[in-house]
């Protein structure tokens, strides 16, 4: 919808976990104006440069959603996000494509300086590309016991003046860093990052659930790809999974791509966690791209029939898009305006940009048209 005036009509309008049926949009200047259902649209077509009749685009029974929002992804189409800016644009044009019209640029573990680098450079992108929206650190505060595809001879504690030079190097932009809360001076750390308005998340952790509550106590608000690189779920050792989904104030990560998780373990987060779960890709350079191999931080990847793995057989990342993932739940047995709010506001608000992740009036216009299949056919991108 960009910088046009815009109407969509007879679309299944799925926003703020509601489906409405025969809904329409319209959009001036970038922003949500009105929305409505029925014929009201047709006294609005004079204010509109350009009409999307959804179901002469999308075919019967398609679906408008809010721009996907992803807060965990490290590249695609054949480019990964720690190579710089022209790789940053270059996969974040796959996964537009895909629906993600907004997205956190997740930096695999490498050097203090790498990193301080890196940060710099996302910040300098946020300026001006409103969907970049920061950077997210997965590392190098990481349980070397769960490092997964971080190199872990490059992991450290979260020493103070560590966590401050990369917060300093994303002037205000790094929006999450992934912390394995047992390791020292992790609880601290978790307020220092907190405390410059980025939010602190567990994740590659050998915490058990009492650690972990004391992590969401100091401020902690995510858990990082549930279940992956973290002690499971048991009957007497809830670990962090079942410490995150029992507090309401934790936003739980998954990669639903059929290789993370089984379907019955995604059902059941989404049933343990309403309303909190956050569909992200962790995708790599691979996504949208061929088999073969690539490198994921400084280490050596194999994706053979789209799944990624180290020469140990460790998953490493993914190939996943977001309106993928939204089969994958789908195809699990949650229902669709549960689906799309895991894609769209609940990862939003998990990095504080609750603005973002709706269609309300007055909200920027990121858009997804699908068919009944949930395969994209257009998508939109507002202002801020």
């Not at 489906?19 to 029925?38: K, N, P, Q």
């Not at 936003?251 to 059941?268: C, K, M, Q, S, Y």
Request: hydrophobic content about 45%; aromatic content about 2%.
């Amino acid at each position: 919808m960009d910088s046009v005036n815009h109407l969509v009509h007879s679309a299944r309008l799925v926003d703020d976990g509601i489906e409405t049926a025969d809904a329409w949009l319209l959009v001036r200047d970038g922003r949500v104006a009105a929305r409505g259902t029925g014929d009201g649209w047709r006294d609005r077509v004079a204010e509109a440069h350009e009409v999307t009749d959804a179901v002469a685009e999308a075919g019967p029974r398609a679906v408008l959603t809010p721009g996907f929002v992803d807060i965990h992804g490290h590249g695609g189409g054949g480019a990964a996000y720690d190579d710089g800016a022209e790789a940053i644009r270059a996969a974040r044009a796959l996964h537009r494509a895909h629906g993600t019209t907004r997205a956190v640029i997740s930096l695999v573990t490498a050097s203090l300086d790498d990193l301080a680098r890196r940060v710099s450079t996302i910040a300098d992108l946020a300026e001006t590309d409103a969907a970049v929206l920061g950077s997210h650190l997965e590392g190098p505060f990481l349980d070397p016991g769960h490092h997964g595809a971080h190199d872990p001879g490059l992991l450290v504690a979260p020493a103070p003046g560590a966590v401050d030079r990369l917060l300093e190097a994303g002037r205000g932009t790094v929006r999450q860093v992934t912390i394995a809360p047992e390791l020292p001076g992790a609880l601290a750390a978790i307020e220092q990052i907190t405390a410059s308005g980025a939010a602190a998340a567990v994740g590659h952790t050998d915490a058990d659930a009492d650690v972990t509550r004391r992590a969401f106590d100091a401020g902690a608000t995510i858990l990082t790809h549930a279940f992956n690189a973290m002690p499971g779920l048991h009957h007497r050792a809830p670990g962090p999974v079942g410490a995150a989904t029992g507090d309401p104030r934790v936003t739980v990560e998954v990669i639903a791509d059929g290789v993370h998780l089984h379907p019955d373990i995604l059902r059941i987060v989404f049933a343990a966690a309403p309303g909190r779960v956050a569909l992200v890709t962790d995708a790599m350079a691979a996504a949208g791209s061929a088999d073969g191999e690539y490198l994921l931080g400084a280490l050596r990847v194999r994706v053979e029939n789209t799944v990624a793995r180290l020469a140990d057989g460790t998953i490493a990342g993914s190939t996943l898009t977001q309106d993928a993932a939204l089969r994958t739940a789908i195809a699990a047995g949650v229902a669709l305006p549960e689906a799309v709010r895991a894609l769209t506001s609940t990862p939003a608000c998990a990095i504080g940009r609750p603005d973002l992740g709706s269609l309300r009036p007055g909200a920027p216009a990121d858009a997804v048209l699908l068919d009944d299949a949930l395969q994209v056919r257009r998508v939109w991108t507002g202002r801020v």
